[in-house]
T-cell receptor, first 111, second 114 residues
Framework: TQLLEQSPQFLSIQEGENLTVYCNSS?????LQWYRQEPGEGPVLLVTVVTGGEVKKLKRLTFQFGDARKDSSLHITAAQTGDTGLYLC???????????FGAGTTVTVRA | EAQVTQNPRYLITVTGKKLTVTCSQNMNHEYMSWYRQDPGLGLRQIYYSMNVEATDKGDVPEGYKVSRKEKRNFPLILESPSPNQTSLYFCASSLSAGVSYEQYFGPGTRLTVT
């Protein structure tokens, strides 16, 4: 199993502020996904990035896959209370379909 | 509505008492999977199934069994639960294996083994 480390573990910000969460590994991944999980629910896929250096935008969320395909970041601009949740990254190893998940970053956006 | 359902949502049981957590999907997905989620450890795959009658071990299969007799159902069986199996369990399904196919998660089953 390939290890994915997410930082920070917890993040609390005021509505309107920006935030960035990170997902790092010593392993190379063929692709990487970001999920958001709300209390009492299962994770929901936000994005999949497959190319080193790739940047994808989803409204106020910007996702980047590192050039070396070992790391990724999620940036939220002008956070809203609806962005509150647990953000998980998951990497697919080369040559197999197995997903390795990070432990997640709990984001709280205060009104 | 396309969804993955799990039952029960909450379960408290005692050590050694066999239990089954059911999982069903209505999207005609071939690939199904079970995960457990523990604080600080993220989601870890227990078992997965590529199709009917095709199951395989994930990263943490010890103490669990699964079966896939029908495409839509993928029950998780704990023959003799122990306290270290206290966890939040998620079933997931996708059209096929791999990140090219979005994985849909159920709402979770919170299991406590005393």
């Amino acid at each position: 199993t390939q290890l994915l480390e997410q930082s920070p573990q917890f993040l609390s910000i005021q509505e309107g502020e920006n935030l960035t969460v990170y997902c790092n590994s010593s392993s190379v991944f063929s692709s990487l996904q970001w999920y958001r999980q709300e209390p009492g629910e299962g994770p929901v896929l936000l994005v999949t990035v497959v190319t080193g250096g790739e940047v994808k935008k989803l409204k106020r969320l910007t996702f980047q896959f590192g050039d070396a395909r070992k790391d990724s970041s999620l940036h939220i601009t002008a956070a809203q209370t609806g962005d509150t949740g647990l953000y998980l990254c998951a990497g697919e190893g080369r040559g197999d379909y197995k997903l390795s998940f990070g432990a997640g970053t709990t984001v709280t956006v205060r009104a | 509505e396309a969804q993955v359902t799990q039952n029960p949502r909450y379960l408290i049981t005692v050590t050694g008492k066999k239990l089954t957590v059911t999982c069903s999907q209505n999207m005609n997905h071939e690939y199904m999977s079970w995960y457990r989620q523990d604080p600080g450890l993220g989601l870890r795959q227990i078992y997965y199934s590529m199709n009917v009658e095709a199951t395989d071990k994930g990263d943490v299969p010890e103490g669990y069994k699964v079966s896939r007799k029908e495409k839509r159902n993928f029950p998780l069986i704990l023959e003799s639960p122990s306290p270290n199996q206290t966890s939040l369990y998620f079933c997931a399904s996708s059209l096929s294996a791999g990140v090219s196919y979005e994985q849909y998660f159920g709402p979770g089953t919170r299991l406590t083994v005393t």
